[in-house]
């Protein structure tokens, strides 16, 4: 039984600079499951953060077609992508992009504002999600007060408060010594299991990429190719 979340067809996208285009994406047709964990790796330059950003309503593509649960990106409004982005994402980031002067359960909750969640409720959301990832203690702290694994905790709690079918994270645990960036994707793994969300994470490392379902390999704008794995195993 499949059920595609994401389908992109002959999907391709260029970049103008001055008078020549730069092919970014040149024509990828990838398929993935709801439930999956896929990992898009390839040298710099490759295309992987195009193809996530295309996935993630950013970028509009210049040719093909990206679906992402029943909506076809390319022809949607600005509106329709702002709510996609909304309802349907979370997005976690290499340098976490948390508000400095914020705590962490005010970090989690800024999602749910725009999402226009009712004050009163948001606070119990924060606190439930970041007890969720074993965050309850540092609720009240702001990040310079946190470790960089405990940020990037709090920046996936905030990615997962208006509970998002979708994961996409870009170099999640490039600012992390390895032993933290593997509780990371330990973290990230196990969400993708027990909550049956789908996540696609771009990383140029394969120690990274080990942890997902399938590495899905760019070279110059295209899939090169597709690997299934025995994922490493979260304890
Ligand atoms: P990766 O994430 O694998 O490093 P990117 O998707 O960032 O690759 O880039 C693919 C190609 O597209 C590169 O040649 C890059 O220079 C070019 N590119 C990406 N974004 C832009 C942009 N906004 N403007 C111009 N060129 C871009």
Same mark, same amino acid.
């Given at each position: 039984m499949t /059920?595609?979340?994401?389908?992109?067809? +002959?999907? +391709? %996208? *260029?970049?103008?600079?001055?008078?020549?285009?730069? &092919?970014?994406? %040149?024509?990828?047709?990838?398929?993935?499951? +709801?439930?999956?964990? !896929? &990992?898009? !790796?390839?040298? *710099? $330059?490759?295309?992987?953060?195009?193809?996530?950003?295309?996935? =993630?309503?950013?970028?509009?593509? *210049?040719? =093909?077609?990206?679906?992402?649960? $029943?909506?076809e990106l390319g022809g949607s409004s600005d509106t329709q992508l702002v709510a996609? %982005?909304? /309802?349907?994402?979370?997005?976690?980031?290499?340098?976490?992009?948390?508000?400095?002067?914020k705590s962490a359960w005010e970090n989690v909750a800024v999602p749910l504002m725009l999402a226009g969640v009712p004050q009163a409720q948001r606070k119990a959301r924060a606190i439930e999600i970041l007890?969720?990832?074993?965050?309850?203690? @540092?609720?009240? #702290? @702001?990040?310079?007060?946190? *470790? =960089?694994?405990?940020?990037?905790?709090v920046a996936i709690a905030r990615a997962l408060a208006n509970r998002p079918r979708l994961l996409l994270a870009d170099e999640p645990t490039g600012n992390l010594d390895s032993r933290t960036g593997g509780e990371i994707m330990a973290l990230l793994q196990r969400l993708v299991r027990e909550e049956g969300l789908t996540?696609?994470? !771009?990383? #140029? /490392?394969?120690?990274? &990429? @080990?942890? &997902? /379902? @399938?590495?899905? #390999?760019?070279?110059?704008?295209?899939?090169?190719?597709?690997e299934a794995t025995e994922p490493e195993l979260a304890r």
């Open positions: /059920d595609p979340l994401i389908t992109t067809t +002959a999907l +391709a %996208r *260029s970049y103008q600079m001055g008078k020549t285009s730069v &092919a970014a994406l %040149r024509g990828v047709d990838l398929t993935v499951q +709801a439930g999956e964990f !896929v &990992a898009l !790796v390839g040298p *710099s $330059g490759s295309g992987k953060s195009t193809l996530l950003h295309l996935i =993630g309503g950013l970028v509009r593509p *210049s040719v =093909g077609e990206v679906w992402v649960h $029943g909506l996609y %982005r909304r /309802d349907t994402l979370g997005f976690i980031f290499q340098s976490f992009n948390l508000l400095p002067i007890g969720q990832l074993g965050l309850a203690a @540092r609720a009240g #702290h @702001r990040p310079s007060e946190l *470790s =960089g694994g405990e940020q990037q905790r996540m696609l994470l !771009v990383t #140029h /490392d394969m120690g990274v &990429a @080990r942890f &997902a /379902d @399938r590495i899905v #390999h760019l070279r110059d704008g295209l899939v090169e190719r597709i």
